[in-house]
T-cell receptor, first 109, second 115 residues
Framework: GENVEQHPSTLSVQEGDSAVIKCTYS??????FPWYKQELGKGPQLIID?????GEKKDQRIAVTLNKTAKHFSLHITETQPEDSAVYFC????????FGTGTRLLVSP | NAGVTQTPKFRILKIGQSMTLQCTQD?????MYWYRQDPGMGLKLIYY???????DKGEVPNGYNVSRSTTEDFPLRLELAAPSQTSVYFC???FGGGTYQETQYFGPGTRLLVL
């Protein structure tokens, strides 16, 4: 089955810095790559997604890049703010979603 | 729209007890899912449904059962609770699925403690 690895497990940055989280996957048939943000005590919420026929997608301060050949994709957050502090999960989809183990992002003022 | 709602928010069970976790969505989504989230881990798929009357196993189905009699509801049943089922359970729904995955919308979760 699909195997998803996510790094780093924790990431601390200063407000205004950029943050990058990376995920690798194993199944070349996977064609959908969403990123979810989970705040304390809440369910995950989609923040951005990308499909296998696209290499990069941006939405204001967040972007996702996909390298199908290397089987990895990354989440980029620019100009981080304290409210970006949360746990971020990548996921990989074909038939079903398989989630990474999460990255705890802490943005210090 | 309330989205995906789950009840209860928190429950303590004794070993061997049974309970049903409720999940309802008001978005007319075809696909519904149950995940469990253990500390420091990602979400693991327990069961999913592609429509009323159709359910299938996910990655970790042992010890659980589901049914889907309506589009809106997708309850998860624990028959004989075990400490290994201590976790946070999330229900999710999506309009599309299968080989064309779409956004999954998650409920707020049910925290279950089995003692």
């Amino acid at each position: 089955g699909e195997n998803v690895e996510q790094h780093p497990s924790t990431l601390s940055v200063q407000e205004g810095d950029s943050a990058v989280i990376k995920c690798t996957y194993s199944d070349s048939a996977s064609n959908y790559f969403p990123w979810y943000k989970q705040e304390l005590g809440k369910g995950p919420q989609l923040i951005i997604d990308i499909r296998s026929n696209v290499g990069e997608k941006k939405d204001q301060r967040i972007a996702v890049t996909l390298n199908k050949t290397a089987k990895h994709f990354s989440l980029h957050i620019t100009e981080t703010q304290p409210e970006d502090s949360a746990v971020y999960f990548c996921a990989v989809g074909f038939q079903k979603l398989v989630f990474g183990t999460g990255t705890r992002l802490l943005v210090s003022p | 729209n309330a989205g995906v709602t789950q009840t209860p928010k928190f429950r303590i069970l004794k070993i061997g007890q049974s309970m049903t976790l409720q999940c309802t969505q008001d978005m007319n989504h075809n696909y519904m899912y149950w995940y469990r989230q253990d500390p420091g881990m990602g979400l693991k798929l327990i069961y999913y449904s592609v429509g009323a009357g159709i359910t299938d196993k996910g990655e970790v189905p042992n010890g659980y059962n589901v049914s889907r009699s309506t589009t809106e509801d997708f309850p998860l049943r624990l028959e004989l609770a075990a400490p290994s089922q201590t976790s946070v359970y999330f229900c999710a729904s999506s309009f599309g699925g299968g080989t064309y995955q779409e956004t999954q919308y998650f409920g707020p979760g049910t925290r279950l403690l089995v003692l």
